[in-house]
């Protein structure tokens, strides 16, 4: 058998069409997905060869930039624009203070419809609703701070509720802060996690054909280091132009997504992100690894069979119609739709997937999980020689009402 690339060419294709269309550094592409920025970079060079590109069209970095540029310079032209519709209510007057402090009253009332912009433009309306007078050491910190909580938790997905904005901030520098005072300032400003729907498609169509296979996890969704235990599952995706589906591989150590895709619903859409998983992980030859999943007929299919025997990966499968066979996957599928999808509609496929990529990309590398200690899985891979294993989130056969919700493995909003 010829030995296997390092890189399977379904992942070298979406990578390049990845910089081609988002425009976005090869080092953040490569990063995303897991490859080495050097490969990605040659990959990209050789593409631009082949379809003749001309030399001096912008670069992904330039682009990037610009785009920074055109922001900054909207949001200086923005706040500019307020500062001027509120100059009228600073200037000085002779009548002792009186028509100042009307007019200081009567600004909110006016630019009120104004006052909830983010960044500059809106702290300056929000300075203009307080009262006249010295304001507190503690007012003004508060100011600060919720403006920081609005920015980390905007930057997050809005995903965060107190605790982990509160850690996020901690990881940020701001030691002092109290959980509490993080609780108050977000409820003041309306502040609010993701609020799970505890809606999900069907996606899993049984092959009553297919060979039998052993359940090797029994519900112990734990693992004593990496690529021991991979969980996978597919789940359904909408835009404009149709649905589509997102495979993924996950590493149960660290939580990690090792391998995904996002297309039509097809036999090798599970395959290819098994694929990408093979790819880019490396297992010894002398520790078993074990993949999990479902026994839908995508997994238990006679290519994605091969695929397993071929990299002496041992295939595992929960029984039918029980989630909890499946939990640490089903609890990811319910984070990613809590997370990413609710309230979020895109107009095409492309589009969509590019989405998919930044969430995979913060999921892996920036999203603090309380399972892993309130780290990142790429950040806890990286300390595992010197940390002790994740304690399993149930053991197994465990029925205690306590773990019925199988989205607490992967950490709940």
Request: proline residues 5%.
């Amino acid at each position: 058998m010829p030995q296997q690339k390092k890189y399977p060419d379904e992942l070298r294709q979406r990578a390049i069409r990845l910089v081609f269309d988002s425009g976005r550094p090869i080092a953040h592409v490569a990063r995303d997905l897991g490859i080495n920025p050097e490969s990605l970079r040659n990959w990209v060079r050789q593409a631009e060869a082949d379809e003749g590109r001309q030399a001096e069209l912008l670069s992904s970095t330039e682009r990037e930039e610009l785009k920074t540029l055109r922001s900054e310079v909207r949001e200086l032209r923005r706040a500019n624009e307020i500062l001027r519709s509120a100059s009228v209510f600073s200037r000085p007057n002779s009548t002792h203070g009186g028509r100042s402090e009307r007019l200081h009253r009567q600004a909110p009332r006016r630019l009120r419809g104004r006052a909830n912009l983010p960044g500059p433009g809106g702290l300056v309306l929000r300075l203009l609703r307080a009262p006249l007078g010295r304001r507190s050491a503690r007012a003004i910190e508060d100011e600060r701070l919720a403006e920081l909580i609005r920015t980390t938790h905007a930057k997050n997905y809005s995903a965060y509720g107190y605790r982990r904005t509160w850690k996020a901030l901690l990881r940020a520098g701001e030691q002092s802060l109290t959980r509490c005072r993080v609780q108050r300032l977000m409820r003041e400003a309306g502040i609010q996690g993701a609020k799970r729907s505890g809606r999900r498609r069907r996606t899993t169509t049984l092959d009553t054909g297919a060979q039998p296979r052993p359940d090797l996890v029994k519900r112990d969704f734990s693992a004593e280091a990496p690529n021991r235990l991979w969980v996978a599952d597919l789940t359904y995706l909408r835009s404009w132009e149709g649905p589509s589906f997102l495979a993924f591989v996950i590493d149960v150590y660290s939580r990690l997504i090792v391998g995904w895709l996002a297309a039509h619903m097809r036999t090798d859409l599970v395959l290819d992100a098994l694929r990408m998983a093979l790819g880019t992980r490396q297992h010894g030859a002398d520790v078993e690894l074990v993949h999990h999943s479902d026994r839908g007929s995508q997994y238990t299919s006679a290519d994605f069979t091969q695929e397993l025997t071929d990299h002496r990966v041992l295939a595992s499968v929960g029984s039918v119609g029980d989630a909890y066979d499946n939990a640490l996957a089903e609890s990811f599928v319910d984070s990613f739709k809590t997370e990413l999808i609710a309230d979020r509609v895109w107009r095409t496929r492309s589009q969509l997937e590019l989405a998919v990529v930044e969430y995979i990309s913060w999921f892996n590398n920036d999203r603090l999980h309380e399972s892993l200690g309130d780290i990142p899985p790429a950040e806890f891979e990286a300390l595992h020689d010197d940390r002790p294993p994740p304690v399993s989130a149930r053991p197994p056969g465990s029925l205690r009402p306590a773990a019925a919700d199988p989205t607490t493995l992967i950490d709940g909003t």
